[in-house]
Nanobody, 117 residues
């Protein structure tokens, strides 16, 4: 099972930007479709953005062009560049394989993103 560690979260004002990073251990990372998920208090975890093994991205409707997902299979890393952040983007963000029921990757501790003035 691939272990994942997220980083890069923090406190940012509305309209600000953050860059999240995901570091993976395990040789099978490059053959897994991956995604960034988030979970806000009292809400279910949801997929924010996914990326195929070949680097083709897809985004949830609420992203509205503000986020960019990317991966580097040679380095076993994945990033999520988040711009124009809104209050409703506040959540714990996780990286994981797609679908979220996959057992190929573990769930890390996530990284907290707080959008507040």
């Amino acid at each position: 099972q691939v272990q994942l560690v997220e980083s890069g979260g923090g406190l940012v004002q509305p309209g600000g930007s953050l860059r999240l990073s995901c570091a993976a251990s395990g040789s099978i990372f490059s053959i897994l479709p991956m995604g960034w998920y988030r979970q806000a208090p009292g809400k279910q975890r949801e997929l924010v953005a996914g990326i195929t093994t070949g680097g083709v991205p897809n985004y949830a409707d609420f992203v509205e062009g503000r986020f960019t997902i990317s991966r580097d299979n040679a380095k076993n890393t994945m990033t999520l560049q988040m711009n124009s952040l809104k209050y409703e983007d506040t959540a714990v963000y996780y990286c994981h394989s797609v679908p979220q029921t996959s057992k190929a990757t573990s769930w890390g501790q996530g990284t907290q993103v707080t959008v507040s003035s």
